[in-house]
Structures are given as structure tokens and as C-alpha cells.
């Protein structure tokens, strides 16, 4: 399974930091993570700047159960939606890829529908070695 996550506000790397350590103890073991990668707001305008990272996890756990646990994670974190969009936060983590898995249902899309539009996604995706996109005849721009 791949994550990506990202933050934008306070002290970003120390937060992506914490919610590896979460991950690890509430989701399963973290192989292995690209590099931190700053980028701008997509979807919305914020002075702040992003960081973002991927990690490749290996989880005993079944996707909706993988998205509960880092729903719960976020919130734990101080993650606020106070919008039904794109605005700031301390943590978002996104499920990417859950191997060959391919699940398109209302509350749970893998592969994540837009990561193959965002540069912060697909670098360190390509730092992991993890660009195969399950769908058939789906190819990444990278």
C-alpha cells in the first residue's frame, strides 16, 4: 500500500514525522519513504507552503479499515474540515495504491483519482519505485 501525506501549517516535516510514527503503531510498517517535497497549494489558494512525502506500507488491515485509521489519525493530529473543499491543514493522508487493488465506491477510491495530475504525489511516488497504476491500460505522466 502506498500513503501520501501532506501539511501545510506549524511545523510541517514534525508532523508528517508524528503521523508515521501513528501510522506504524495503528496501521502497519512503513518499508519505505520518499523524501520531503515542498510545493505550492493546489485546489486552492493559501500563503502556506506544502510539504509532502509517500510512504510504502506493508498492512494486515483491509482498505476501509486502513481509511477509518488514518481519518482517526488526522483528527488525533488536529486535522479541522471546516470546508467541504481544499483548505489548509496540519495533516491530509491519502491512500495512492493498495497493491492491484482498484475500488471506486463513494467513501473509498483507489488508486486515489487525482494523483497522477499532482507533481507532489508522482515525485516521490518515482522516488518509491511504486508508478504502476493498476488499471488497465492506465498510464501515469511521469
Known amino acids: 500500500m502506498v500513503l501520501s501525506l501532506g501539511s501545510n501549517l506549524g511545523d510541517r516535516i514534525h508532523y508528517i514525522q508524528t ?7 495503528e496501521i502497519g510498517t512503513i518499508e519505505k519513504k520518499s523524501s520531503f ?16 512525502s509517500c510512504i510504502k506500507v506493508s498492512t494486515k488491515l483491509r482498505p476501509k479499515e486502513v481509511l477509518v485509521r488514518i481519518q482517526a489519525i488526522e483528527e488525533k493530529m488536529g486535522r479541522l474540515k471546516t470546508k467541504s473543499s481544499y483548505e489548509d491543514r496540519v495533516i491530509d493522508i491519502d491512500i495512492i495504491f493498495y497493491g492491484k487493488l ?3 465506491e463513494p467513501v ?3 488508486p486515489h483519482p487525482r494523483y497522477h495530475e499532482r507533481n507532489f504525489v508522482l515525485l516521490p511516488l518515482k522516488e518509491l519505485g511504486e508508478t504502476k497504476d493498476p488499471r488497465p491500460g492506465f498510464i501515469t505522466n511521469n
Open 19 to 25: 503521523a508515521y510514527n501513528y501510522i506504524s503503531e
Open 37 to 52: 517535497h515542498a510545493n505550492d497549494p493546489q485546489g486552492f489558494e493559501s500563503k502556506n507552503e506544502f510539504i509532502n
Open 102 to 104: 482498484i475500488c471506486n
Open 108 to 110: 473509498l477510491k483507489i
